[in-house]
């Protein structure tokens, strides 16, 4: 998700400017800016990182978007295993066919798709058994009650185990709380995204960030060992 620091504005939020750039028709420009500018720095990154794109609406379904994608990816030289394509269940929805050809094109290259707002659409099940589908991202409005509604907790262990069947990975999203991170983790959910972890940042304190970490695991790690994955568990 992208974000826009001002120096007059100050710090504008995407829901702000994105619906602004598409009304302007600016939309396809900022995109291909923004993509650029990530394939650009994900080679500065260690290599078991992979880089997260959103496609919007719109884009899913059109016929070029899946060769406009390959080809940037190859002109930046980025292997295409570190790329994961994000899109929402409705965009896939509303022209289910065309964007289905899409995203078996990008799978076909190694890029991975990632189902964002899980469970929110009408349709989720179709999606899972028609789509090359490789993370499921539970929507915040799930993950927000974990602790206190017990309806959500059961809706969250219902979309772990189907995803385990189709052989896909779970991703908790909006993840605020230690209760929530270790209900999760109890009921099998290895990853999540949120303000426990951290904010949005910059690159370069996302650098500085995965220095300090790895220094605190180097310190943990066994003799001819290695350290252990990065998840929802914390030390």
């Excluded at 994900?42 to 290599?47: A, I, Q, R």
């Excluded at 490789?134 to 262990?157: E, N, Q, T, Y």
């Excluded at 230690?178 to 996302?206: N, T, V, W």
Aim: hydrophobic residues 45%; proline residues 7%; aromatic residues 6%.
């Amino acid at each position: 998700m992208l974000r826009w620091d001002d120096p007059t504005l100050g710090s504008v939020s995407p829901e702000e400017f994105i619906p602004m750039a598409e009304e302007s028709g600016l939309i396809g420009e900022l995109t291909d800016y923004a993509v650029d500018l990530c394939l650009a720095d994900l080679p500065t990154l260690p290599d078991s990182l992979y880089l997260s794109l959103n496609l919007s609406a719109p884009a899913v379904p059109r016929p070029e978007t899946a060769q406009w994608l390959i080809d940037r990816i190859e002109r930046a030289g980025v292997a295409p295993e570190r790329i994961c394509v994000e899109v929402t269940e409705t965009a896939v929805m509303q022209h289910a066919a065309a964007a289905a050809s899409t995203l078996w094109k990008l799978r076909a290259c190694g890029i991975r798709t990632a189902l964002d707002d899980f469970g929110t659409g009408a349709s989720s099940l179709a999606v899972l058994r028609e789509l090359p589908v490789d993370v499921l991202k539970i929507d915040r409005s799930f993950v927000s009650g974990i602790a206190s509604d017990p309806r959500d907790l059961s809706l969250i262990r219902a979309v772990i185990g189907l995803a385990a069947d189709f052989g896909m990975q779970v991703l908790a999203e909006g993840v605020e709380t230690d209760a929530q991170r270790q209900l999760l983790l109890e009921q099998g959910c290895r990853l999540g995204q949120g303000f426990l972890f951290s904010p949005a940042l910059p690159l370069g304190e996302i650098v500085n960030k995965l220095s300090d970490w790895t220094a605190r695991m180097g310190q943990r790690t066994p003799r001819g060992g290695r350290p252990p994955a990065r998840g929802l568990s914390r030390d």
